[in-house]
């Protein structure tokens, strides 16, 4: 069987280098080799300037520049780490079509949460970087987003968001697999309101049933969802009263992972990221992971 690889999309800045870092120690745990990939296009203007700089004299910068992050990131590894089999890579092309492209052959595809500026951060707060919106959007491998102060080390827990659909127990299923290869227990959260529930039986017209039906129809959701994945013993089972995002976040720490499928029972099927995966991805203190759905097709443009 061939060695399975964790493709890292790098550009040279602070955030690519954190997500370097930490797919080195994910792929390390799990066993994989990491693919460096950095995507370059060449442009004869840039606002409004000649860029003097050829094709050739381009694609010779971006090795040199994937190349020396590698180095970096693999000179800067804690001693006595278990060795990673990595190699870099460029592309020509569009960065999220690039990276689309080569996510196809990998287990699972890294990416650097922010793609805005300092100022921007201050100014409207954290946003999801276009590139990784559309690689979350359309991947079918599943996709980590790594904000710039994680720690490249194994996650105390991993965390995943369980809503009863059937999107949510593939998560559950990909986060019981990955706690098994790299050692760490998994937490199964069930973050609840009386909108992303479905009605309990005893409603009747405009009676609204107490809250404590409620809450038993989530138990009973969340412990019929993790019954059906392997090893469910040994999953913890977490049920909260509160919106499906502001749970999970509340639910994990910096060192933790957080795993979402891409959209679960609310929101519209429209949107091509289900809102409470976007703002858990956007807002987390710690890597998040959403698995797409098992029928995704590769999109014609990718």
Do not use: Y
């Not at 690039?98 to 409207?124: D, F, N, P, Y």
């Amino acid at each position: 069987m061939s060695q399975q690889v964790v493709l890292v999309g790098v550009d040279g800045s602070p955030t690519s280098a954190a997500a370097l870092a930490w797919g080195l120690e994910l792929a390390a745990a799990r066993g994989a080799a990491v693919e460096a990939l950095q995507a370059w296009q060449w442009d004869r203007t840039f606002l409004g300037m000649v860029v003097p700089e050829t094709p050739v004299e381009l694609a010779v910068g971006a090795r040199h520049g994937v190349e020396a992050e590698l180095e970096k990131a693999l000179a800067n590894r804690p001693a006595g780490s278990a060795a990673v089999p990595a190699w870099s890579h460029t592309a020509e092309g569009d960065p999220a079509e690039v990276l689309l492209r080569h996510a196809r052959a990998a287990e699972l595809l890294v990416l650097g949460r922010h793609g805005q500026s300092a100022w921007q951060r201050k100014l409207i707060g954290p946003a999801l970087g276009s590139v990784a919106g559309i690689c979350l959007s359309r991947s079918t491998a599943p996709v980590a987003v790594v904000p710039p102060q994680a720690r490249p080390l194994p996650p105390d827990r991993v965390v995943v968001g369980v809503d009863a659909s059937d999107a949510s127990l593939r998560a559950l299923r990909w986060a019981v697999q990955h706690a098994e290869r790299v050692g760490r227990p998994v937490v199964a959260v069930l973050s609840w309101q009386l909108t992303s529930l479905p009605t309990p039986p005893s409603a009747r017209d405009s009676w609204v049933p107490p809250v404590e039906e409620w809450e038993e129809l989530g138990r009973s959701l969340l412990d019929q969802t993790v019954s059906k994945v392997d090893g469910s013993d040994a999953v913890e089972q977490v049920l909260l009263h509160r919106p499906a995002a502001a749970g999970l976040l509340e639910s994990v720490g910096p060192d933790d992972l957080l795993v979402l499928g891409e959209r679960g029972r609310g929101g519209f099927t429209r949107l091509l990221l289900g809102s409470v995966s976007r703002q858990c991805v956007e807002h987390a203190p710690c890597p998040v992971v959403v698995v797409p759905p098992r029928d995704r097709s590769v999109s014609p443009e990718s």
